[in-house]
Nanobody
């Protein structure tokens, strides 16, 4: 079992920055991919950024050049640096991890960007 706890959400004006963190814990921790997803009101959950077990990041087109995903070497934490935030980035951001082919999700943290 893997538990994921996010932190770092909040409210910011357009053009501002936020840094999200996600801490993973659990027994027999063996995490492969880690990612951030988001879900805006009335919309489906969408992938924001993912970092593979080898450390290769990939981003949704809508956040390329503005967001940066990173993780620690132990694969027990993943981060999302968000710059040049836009109102359309407003959503609940969820941490994701895959461990031994099982998917885990955090509860989410709210990010609100005002114009």
């Amino acid at each position: 079992q893997v538990q994921l706890v996010e932190s770092g959400g909040g409210s910011v004006q357009a053009g501002g920055s936020l840094r999200l963190s996600c801490a993973a814990s659990g027994s027999r921790l063996s995490i492969n991919d880690m990612a951030w997803y988001r879900q805006a009101p009335g919309k489906q959950r969408e992938l924001v950024a993912i970092i593979s077990s080898g450390g290769v990041p990939n981003y949704a087109d809508s956040v390329k050049g503005r967001f940066t995903i990173s993780r620690n070497s132990a694969r027990t934490a993943v981060y999302l640096e968000m710059n040049s935030l836009k109102p359309e980035d407003t959503a609940v951001y969820h941490c994701y991890a895959r461990s031994n082919w099982v998917e885990y999700w955090g509860q989410g943290t709210q990010v609100t960007v005002s114009s």
